[in-house]
């Protein structure tokens, strides 16, 4: 039986090759609060008078917006004026 | 009757106003009233989409969870970012479909997507399941807001029918057009009251944040970090996980996404709502205030309001009880809009078609008040947290999105019947689980902690997934079966 993970990786890598290499920036904040969480989760040392965790999680989500801001930039679906 | 009561209720019947002059020169067809005739800018769009997820629950649920539960409130923060950026590529995509075959509600979007009239229909009670824990929680906060800010003059259940019938003729009146004016407003306000009540209150305390968050460690000194059980990593991580994925399937969201002129908005808000989201942080500021300040504080949900009655005049209390009932307003009249519509297109239409325009709106709104008596009461004998029921909320309307986002391939490979059996597993487990109030640790004894903190939405969200994997794969056949009868019959029609 062609099982469910083939249908995954199929669903999957099927829209890979179209992607722009660039949206893989997005991935990063996932990877850093997601994954980074287990390693951050402390109060020292202080950022701008913020406790570690709470600033790591303020950081990146300054850095979606900047990262979101660099994608929108870049890409040539928003230079169009409709659509 | 006090000077704050005075000022809320000038803002209310200001808002109503508002809602009367939005709808002026429009024809009330369903399309206006839900959608706007999509025809809503860039700033409409943001504010809405900012509007839905900055209600009273931000001011009063998310000081609360910090108050009761410290660090742990990071994780609305921590979701919202992440789910936000999702807008750039989610939103797009379901927004032309909707257009191109005009789809006014999510449980159309489903119907229509996934041709089967019978996943509308379970599409359509699932939303509108999932939405009353959310109202009741904007019925409660309206409850402990007039309770507060009245200095107990009002009792809360007095407060609750008042505020269920002030959301009811709001609802009435204005349609999606007063919701965007009275947005408008809400938003101006909300920013500067957590603005300035985040900045304002440590300062006032502690000179600084810095001087909060010491003192907050001196007391409560883990209070500032997640705790190595309960409340842990495992259910940081498994909770802002599946709530990013999940951020924009609230039936609410539908139809401020189907109202955009075009899809470049939804790009941009990717840009902006991130940046907008660090608004939190503010609450998290008065929340850990009142932590310090308020050790006698037994109900969490009181944090913001008691700590403000503490140092402000009642006049500036009334501006804060006044943002709190327009950001009930705002998103209550969203919700309640969208169930309508979602009973109207999917459970009406369908089981009677041949209803008149005219009793198809006026069976959405008598819908509707149904809808807001039984979440008053609700809101009235519910003793969770707005934090807990937020949660469930937010499980439930999670189990749409697998299939949701799935559907938006070219060739998407889930069959309505594996869509519909996967929704329906996790839905039946989350429900199961928040009757029981089942928790991992009560599955899984003998597991390490790691897996017992995992919040419980995950699991039904796996086993959505896996359900709906292996139904399509075995409803393959039937499903092309069907079209290809379909097919031999319209060429026989031809």
New interface residues.
């Given amino acids: 039986m062609p099982n469910?993970s083939t249908?995954?990786t199929?669903?999957f890598f099927?829209?890979m090759g179209k992607m722009k290499l660039y949206?893989l920036l997005?991935v990063l904040?996932?990877i850093a609060?997601?994954g980074g969480?287990?390693f951050v989760?402390?109060?020292e040392p202080?950022v701008l008078?913020?406790?570690f965790?709470?600033f790591w999680?303020?950081l990146?989500?300054?850095l979606?917006?900047v990262?979101?801001?660099i994608?929108?930039r870049l890409?040539p679906?928003?230079k169009e004026d409709?659509? | 009757m006090n000077t704050p009561l005075i000022i809320i209720t000038v803002f209310l019947f200001i808002s109503i106003a508002l809602g009367l002059l939005a709808k002026r020169g429009k024809d009330m067809s369903m399309e206006q009233w839900a959608i706007g005739g999509r025809g809503f800018g860039g700033m409409f769009v943001f504010l809405l989409l900012a509007g839905e997820t900055y209600s009273v629950f931000t001011l009063l649920g998310t000081s609360g969870l910090a108050f009761n539960n410290g660090a742990a409130a990071f994780y609305l923060l921590a979701f919202t970012a992440l789910g936000t950026i999702t807008s750039y590529w989610i939103l797009p995509p379901i927004w032309k479909y909707a257009k191109e075959n005009n789809v006014v509600s999510q449980s159309q979007f489903f119907s229509k997507k996934y041709k089967s009239t019978g996943l509308g229909v379970f599409v359509a009670i699932v939303g509108v399941v999932a939405l009353i824990p959310y109202i009741t929680i904007l019925f409660k906060s309206m409850g402990i807001l007039v309770e507060a800010t009245s200095y107990g003059a009002i009792p809360s259940h007095v407060a609750i029918w008042v505020g269920m019938v002030a959301l009811l003729v709001y609802v009435m009146v204005s349609g999606i057009h007063g919701s965007a004016w009275t947005s408008t407003v809400k938003d101006f306000l909300i920013f500067f009251v957590i603005l300035f009540l985040g900045i304002y209150l440590p300062i006032h305390y502690y000179g600084s944040p810095t001087g909060l968050f010491e003192a907050v460690s001196k007391i409560k000194p883990h209070a500032l970090t997640l705790p190595h059980k309960g409340l842990s990593v495992s259910w940081f991580v498994s909770t802002v996980a599946i709530s990013a994925f999940a951020y924009f399937m609230w039936p609410h969201n539908a139809p401020t996404i189907y109202a955009s002129k075009n899809a470049k908005a939804f790009r941009l808000n990717a840009v902006l709502l991130p940046i907008y989201a660090l608004m939190v942080l503010f609450v998290y500021f008065v929340g850990f205030t009142a932590m310090v300040q308020l050790p006698g504080l037994k109900n969490g949900d009181f944090a913001l309001l008691e700590i403000s009655m503490k140092t402000f005049d009642p006049w500036f209390v009334g501006i804060i009880g006044a943002t709190g009932l327009l950001a009930t307003l705002v998103p209550g009249s969203m919700m309640l809009m969208s169930a309508a519509t979602m009973i109207t297109t999917n459970i009406i239409e369908p089981l009677k078609p041949n209803v008149s325009d005219k009793n198809k709106a006026l069976s959405a709104k008598i819908f509707v008040v149904l809808l807001s008596v039984l979440c008053s009461f609700f809101s009235m004998s519910e003793s969770n947290t707005l934090a807990t029921l937020y949660l469930t909320s937010f499980s439930l309307i999670t189990q749409m999105a697998p299939s949701l986002y799935l559907s938006l391939r070219k060739n998407n490979g889930i069959t309505k019947y594996g869509s519909g059996a996967g929704m329906f597993v996790g839905v039946a487990i989350v429900i199961y689980v928040t009757f029981t109030k089942t928790t991992m640790a009560m599955l899984f004894p003998s597991l390490p902690s790691v897996i017992q903190d995992l919040n419980i939405g995950i699991i039904a969200l796996a086993t959505n997934i896996i359900i709906m994997f292996t139904v399509s794969f075995f409803t393959k056949n039937t499903q092309a079966g069907e079209k290809h009868n379909e097919n031999t019959q319209s060429n026989m029609a031809s």
């Fill in positions: 469910i249908m995954f199929i669903l099927e829209g949206y997005a904040p996932f609060i997601l969480a287990a989760n402390k109060v202080y008078g913020i406790p965790f709470l999680i303020i990146w989500a300054v979606c917006s990262i979101m801001f994608i929108y890409d679906l928003n409709e659509v």
